[in-house]
């Protein structure tokens, strides 16, 4: 195992640019998110990483060995990668096992070698009684799981997943996110995992590229992408919560505090800062900053409040009890993430 290393990445088409300079270093074993908007470039650069593009700048390596730049380009068989996509891209004449196995039958790995292989990676997503199975007998959720066995019997450094949850249903989305972290925690494998739902790659990746617009926003652990996002883009992206215009220094007696970001190291010189308040932090208070309440779903455990402040700026907060629309409340807020411009 090795980790993953980009190196001012970049990749144009034509006269469109579509990734630009990414630098990124992914630990080796760990479970990244490629997470952004349509568009934003991160299906483009996991096929960078997978060699079914040539990057247009800029290097990646695994580990010591050079996969790209400008010159090289190791083709995708000898990359010691192995890629799951969207499409399952089973072959329907082949059965469950012929399916699996057609990797090592590529690299002449025949008899009872392959075959204990191969039913060895079915058994770890369980569909072993499923081995002489056609494709097409098969639920969407399990066609998905041969494609991850067909991925496992390579024995690949890195694993690349290309939204492989995309064309499942809510309930099998779940259920294959649990198959994911086992599959990685048996696999030990390095994890690059394309995805357009934040949900799901918080809930499945130790780490998160955030990207938009071909560039890489910013690196970090679910928890600090969510906790402490670097400007007000990703604070948008990540999470519910309300982006609000207060005077600098910010100075209010309804927001008992504001955490800095790492970039900020005195008085800022704008009159106005963008600050993140999460709905988490916003509690309905018998006195405080005036609102009024625009709407408010509810979510099972809690209600969702969304609220516009006196001033025409939104807030949303969390609230155990329905409130009426247009009904007049205060609000405190407990804390905020002073923002970086976009």
């Known amino acids: ?77 000898c990359r010691d990668m192995g890629m799951v996509f969207q499409s399952y891209a089973l072959w329907p004449h082949m059965t469950v096992a012929q399916n699996v196995g057609y990797p090592l039958k590529l690299r002449k790995i025949n008899g009872a070698i392959r075959h204990k292989r191969v039913m060895d990676a079915l058994d770890i997503v369980e569909l072993g009684s499923y081995a002489d199975r056609s494709p097409l007998e098969l639920s969407g959720g399990q066609r998905q799981r041969v494609a ?91 999470g519910k919560g309300s982006i609000l215009s207060l005077p600098a220094p910010v100075n209010t007696p309804y927001l008992d505090s504001v955490l800095l970001h790492d970039g900020f190291t005195g008085q800022s010189c704008h009159s106005v800062q963008p600050v993140l308040v999460r709905p988490e932090h916003v509690q309905i208070a018998e006195a405080g900053l005036s609102a009024q309440v625009e709407h408010c779903i509810y979510q099972g455990e809690r209600y969702l409040v969304a609220l516009r402040l006196s001033d025409g700026q939104q807030l949303t907060a969390f609230h155990h009890l329905p409130l009426q629309q247009q009904q007049n409340i205060y609000v405190r807020m407990h804390q905020g993430w002073r923002l970086e411009a976009a």
């Open 1 to 77: 195992m090795a980790e993953l290393k980009l190196e001012q990445l970049s990749k144009v088409f034509g006269e469109q640019s579509v990734v630009r300079n990414i630098n990124l270093t992914i630990p080796q074993g760990a479970f990244t998110a490629l997470l952004g908007p349509s568009g934003c470039g991160k299906t483009t650069t996991l096929r960078i990483l997978a060699g079914l593009e040539q990057l247009s700048d800029g290097r990646l390596w695994l580990g010591g060995k050079l996969l790209a730049d400008k010159t090289t380009h190791e083709p995708p068989e």
């Open 148 to 238: 991850l066995a067909r991925c496992l019997v390579s024995e690949p450094k890195v694993v690349l997943l290309d939204e492989p949850l995309a064309n499942l249903d809510r309930h099998l989305r779940g259920t294959m996110e649990q198959t994911f972290r086992d599959f990685h925690r048996r696999t030990g494998a390095t994890f690059v995992y394309v995805t357009h739902d934040q949900a799901e790659a918080m809930a499945l990746a130790s780490h998160i590229a955030v990207m938009h617009k071909g560039e890489l926003m910013q690196w970090g652990s679910p928890q600090d992408l969510y906790q402490q996002p670097q400007n007000t883009w990703v604070a948008r992206f990540i």
